[in-house]
């Protein structure tokens, strides 16, 4: 069984920071690459930014220069610095991990909310 928690979601103004915290147990049998996906209300679930276990790093263009996705290998645990947040923000952010076998892991959700 595989868990991933998550960490760090909160209500915020605009322009402030957060980071959120991902960590990986169970039976994944090596991991391939760790990220973050996110809902925004009424949106489909897309892509915010992803690592793999080499360090190569992807963004979606809406948050790139302002996130910074990193990871604690030896942990299994992944993380997002979010900068110079936007209300266009706001969403449930969800940790992913992808194993060498190619199974995608979802957590549970953290709430991200943007509002002054």
């Known amino acids: 069984q595989v868990q991933l928690v998550e960490s760090g979601g909160g209500l915020v103004q605009p ?5 959120l915290s991902c960590a990986a147990s ?7 690459a760790m990220g973050w996906d996110r809902q925004i209300p009424g949106k489909e679930r897309e892509m915010v930014a992803t690592i793999t276990s080499g360090g190569s790093t992807n963004y979606a263009d809406s948050v790139k220069g302002r996130f910074t996705i990193s990871s604690d290998n030896d942990k299994n645990t992944v993380y997002l610095q979010m900068n110079n947040l936007k209300p266009e923000d706001t969403a449930v952010y969800y940790c992913t991990v992808t194993s060498r076998l190619n199974r995608v892991y ?7 909310t943007v509002s002054s």
């Open 15 to 19: 322009g402030d920071s957060l980071r």
């Open 26 to 32: 169970g039976s994944i049998f090596g991991i391939r």
């Open 106 to 112: 979802w957590g549970q959700g953290t709430q991200v």
